[in-house]
C-alpha cells in the first residue's frame, strides 16, 4: 500500500511540474547593513547599504530573494538563495528617495518586505529614514544670504522637514569668492577654485550629518561651479541630484560692459558665451550619473525688453542659455532672475517637489556631449566704457546702419546712480519709456545690468548716450560700460584659431565683416587682449582679403578675453561698428614649467650652499675642540 501511495504522489508531481516548495512556517530575518557592512536601524536617505536575507530554513532550490518596500511595485534590491543555502545579501546601492512615500510625502519609516521564488515571506522589518542635507550654492556677485528665505526654522525648507546649508554661512567651513558689488575692481576666485570650496564645504556637512549624499541647490554661475565640481573635484559619488536655478550653461551677453572694464575677474569672463560654450563645456562634461534639473526664469518675452540676451530670459540668462545642455527636465517660470532664489512660488512650483522625490526617480544618467566649437552670432557694438566724478559726464556714439530692425543698449553702472540722455540719429532727445522702449532700471546690485532699454526699426545713423551723474553719485564717482546688441544689419564673425593653448602657442584671431552676405571695407580692426592678470593689450588686425587676423602669443597661463571691434561703413556713407567677445584659457607649457625648474634649481643650490656651509662650520669647531 505505501508504494502505490508513493507512485500515485510521484505522478501527481510529475504531472503538475516539480516545483519543491518550502515548508510551512519558515521565517525570513532582512537586516540593513551599511557602508562597512554594519547592521543599522536607521539611515540617512541616499547612504548606500546592502540588504541580507537569513531563512529559518534553507531553500531546496536555487531562489530569487526580492527586497521591496512599502507602496512600491518595483524590487530595491535583489539576491540569489543558492540551492540548499538560507543566507544571501545583495549589492550595494544608494537609498535614494528612501525618506518619500511613492506619492512625494515624508515618511520617515520604511518597512521592507522580501519575497523568494515569488512567495512574500513573513518577518518585515522596519528601518528609520533620516532626510539627506541639501547644499545651496549662490552665483555671481552674490553671497550666501540669497539663501535665507531657505533657511532657518522658518525657511522654505525646513516647512518640509529638510536642513538646509549654504555654502559660506558658516555652518560649515567655508566661503565662496564670486565677486563683490561694492568692490568691483577686486578679484574673483576662478570656478576651479570655488568648486574646491564646495568640497570642503560638503565633507564638513556629510561629517555633521551622517549623510554619504546630498543634492545641491545652485543659483546662476553656483551651478556651473557645482558642474566643475562633480567632474573635476569630487572624490566619491556624493551628490543626489542637481537643481539648477537660472545657470547660463551658454554663459551670458550681459557680462559683456563688465568684462570690457576688467572688473571682477575671472569670474565675469569665465561667464562669457565664448567661454562657456568653447572652453567650459568642451571639458566638463561628466556628471557621474547625477541628474540635472533646470528652472528657467523667462520673465522678459518681448525682444524690446531683454536688452542682452535673446528672449525669453529672467533679464540676464536666455532660455536658450539655461537650456543648451542634456537636463532630465526643465520648467519655466515669469520670474526675475534675482528672484529665483526668494521667492516662494518658485519653491512651492518648482523646487519642493524635487526635493522630494521617491525611490526610483534616480537612474543613472549618461555625461554630457561637448558642442561643436562656434563663433558668436549675436551682434554688439564696441562697449564703451569710463569713470566720472560727481558733476561729470560723457558722450556715447553709437552706429546704426540701415536693416536693423531692433537696437538694445545696456549698461553697467558700479554705483547704480548714473543717469542717460537718448539721442537718435535725427538729433532729437527721445524719452524713454517702459511701453516703447522697454525701459528698466535694476536697482539690485547683484545683478551686472544696471539699465536697459531698447528702440525697433530704429532711423539709421549716430545715436549719441549721454552719461550724466547724479546727486547719488558716489564722491569716489561711478565706472559704466555700455553697448549695444542689433538684429539685422552688418554680422560680425570672429573666431580664435585654438581655445585652450599652451603658453607660447601662437593664437590667430580671425573676423570679417559682412552685410547682406557681402564683405565691406573695414576701416579699422583691433584685438583688445585681456590677460590673467588684468592688463590690456591692443593687438592690430591686418587685412587678408576679406579676412582680418592677427597672431598672439600667450605669455601667461590663464583665461583671456578678446574684444574683437571691425569698424567701418556701407556704400551709403552710413558708419558701422560691431564687437565681439572671446576666450581662451592658457595652459601652463614650456615658459611656465622652466621657470619650475629654475625654482627647483635655485632652492636646491642655496640648500646645497647652506649644507656645505653647515659641514665646514662643524669640521673647524672639531678641529678647535681637539687643539683644546
Known amino acids: 500500500m505505501r508504494r502505490i501511495l508513493a507512485i500515485i504522489l510521484l505522478g501527481a508531481l510529475l504531472i503538475g511540474g516539480f516545483s519543491p516548495v518550502q515548508a510551512q512556517g519558515v521565517d525570513a530575518v532582512i537586516r540593513v547593513l551599511d557602508r562597512a557592512g554594519a547592521e543599522i536601524t536607521e539611515l540617512v536617505d541616499g547612504n548606500s547599504l546592502r540588504l541580507s536575507l537569513k531563512l529559518s530554513a534553507p531553500e531546496a532550490a536555487q531562489a530569487e530573494a526580492l527586497f521591496s518596500l512599502s507602496g512600491l511595485s518595483a524590487p530595491v534590491a535583489s539576491c540569489t538563495l543558492a540551492a540548499g543555502s538560507d543566507t544571501c545579501t545583495s549589492q550595494a546601492f544608494a537609498s535614494l528617495g528612501w525618506f518619500y512615500s ?168 569665465e ?78 512650483e518648482d523646487v519642493r517637489h524635487l526635493l522630494q522625490l521617491p525611490p526610483g526617480s534616480f537612474a543613472h544618467r549618461p555625461d554630457l556631449v561637448a558642442p561643436a566649437v562656434t563663433s558668436r552670432t549675436e551682434q554688439f557694438s564696441q562697449t564703451f566704457h569710463g569713470h566720472l566724478q560727481p558733476g561729470e559726464s560723457a558722450q556715447v556714439t553709437i552706429n546704426i546702419e540701415p536693416n536693423v530692425s531692433l537696437a538694445t543698449f545696456s549698461m553697467y553702472d558700479s554705483s547704480r546712480s548714473l543717469e ?43 545715436w549719441v548716450v549721454m552719461v550724466k551723474t547724479s546727486a547719488e553719485t558716489p564722491a569716489r564717482g561711478a565706472d559704466y560700460a555700455i553697448n549695444a546688441r542689433f538684429v539685422g544689419g552688418a554680422a560680425l564673425s570672429a573666431s580664435s584659431s585654438v581655445t585652450i593653448p599652451a603658453i607660447g602657442q601662437p593664437v590667430t584671431i580671425n573676423a570679417s565683416l559682412q552685410l547682406e552676405g557681402a564683405s565691406l571695407t573695414v576701416e579699422s580692426a583691433t584685438a583688445l587682449i585681456r590677460k590673467p592678470d ?66 627647483v634649481l635655485m632652492v636646491c643650490g642655496v640648500g646645497l650652499v647652506l649644507l656645505i656651509g653647515g659641514l665646514v662650520a662643524l669640521f673647524v669647531r672639531l678641529r678647535r675642540r681637539k687643539k683644546i
Not at 561694492?182 to 564646495?198: F, K, L, V
Request: aromatic residues 8%; charged residues 15%.
Open 420 to 462: 542717460v540722455e537718448v539721442r537718435g540719429a535725427s538729433g532729437k532727445v527721445i524719452e524713454l519709456d517702459v511701453a516703447k522702449n522697454g525701459l528698466m532700471k535694476i536697482s539690485d546690485p547683484a545683478t551686472m545690468l544696471y539699465l536697459g532699454y531698447g528702440f525697433k526699426q530704429p532711423k539709421p545713423g549716430k
Open 102 to 269: 511613492p506619492d512625494g510625502q515624508p515618511d520617515p519609516e520604511q518597512t521592507l518586505r522580501v519575497t523568494v521564488g515569488g512567495r512574500e515571506m513573513p518577518g518585515a522589518l522596519t528601518i528609520r529614514i533620516h532626510p539627506r542635507p541639501i547644499v545651496m550654492v549662490h552665483g555671481f556677485l552674490s553671497n550666501w544670504e540669497t539663501w535665507k528665505a531657505y533657511l532657518g526654522p522658518q525657511g522654505y525648507l525646513a516647512s518640509i522637514g529638510l536642513q538646509g546649508f549654504a555654502v559660506g554661512d558658516g555652518q560649515a567651513p567655508g566661503v565662496l569668492n564670486t565677486g563683490s558689488p561694492s568692490s568691483p575692481e577686486s578679484r574673483t576666485n576662478s570656478i576651479a577654485q570655488n568648486a574646491e570650496i564646495i568640497g570642503q564645504y560638503i565633507e564638513a556637512v556629510q561629517k555633521q550629518t551622517g549623510a554619504e549624499k546630498v543634492d545641491l541647490l545652485a543659483h546662476s554661475m553656483g551651478g556651473m561651479i557645482s558642474r566643475y565640481y562633480l567632474d573635476r573635484v569630487m572624490k566619491t559619488e556624493n551628490v543626489g541630484q542637481v537643481i539648477f536655478l537660472g545657470t547660463p550653461m551658454a554663459g551670458s551677453a550681459c557680462v559683456y560692459p563688465v568684462a570690457a572694464l576688467g572688473f571682477l575677474l575671472p569670474a565675469s569672463l
Open 271 to 348: 561667464i562669457l558665451p565664448d567661454y562657456m560654450v568653447n572652453v567650459f563645456n568642451q571639458q566638463i562634461i561628466h556628471r557621474h550619473g547625477v541628474p540635472f534639473h533646470m528652472v528657467a526664469g523667462t520673465l522678459l518675452i518681448d525682444p524690446l525688453t531683454s536688452p542682452c540676451t535673446d528672449a525669453p530670459s529672467d533679464t540676464v540668462v536666455g532660455l536658450g542659455s539655461a537650456t543648451s545642455i542634456t537636463l532630465d527636465d526643465v520648467q519655466e517660470l515669469p520670474m526675475y532672475h534675482g528672484n529665483l532664489t526668494s521667492d516662494q512660488r518658485v519653491f512651492d
Open 534 to 599: 588684468g592688463a590690456l593689450e591692443s593687438l592690430p588686425l591686418s587685412a587678408h582679403g576679406d579676412l582680418y587676423s592677427a597672431e598672439y602669443l600667450p605669455q601667461q597661463s590663464g583665461l583671456h578675453s578678446v574684444e574683437v571691434v571691425l569698424s567701418g561703413k556701407n556704400a551709403d556713407g552710413f558708419g558701422i561698428d560691431r564687437a565681439a567677445f572671446l576666450a581662451f584659457e592658457v595652459q601652463p607649457g614650456r615658459a611656465d614649467l622652466l621657470n619650475v625648474r629654475q625654482l
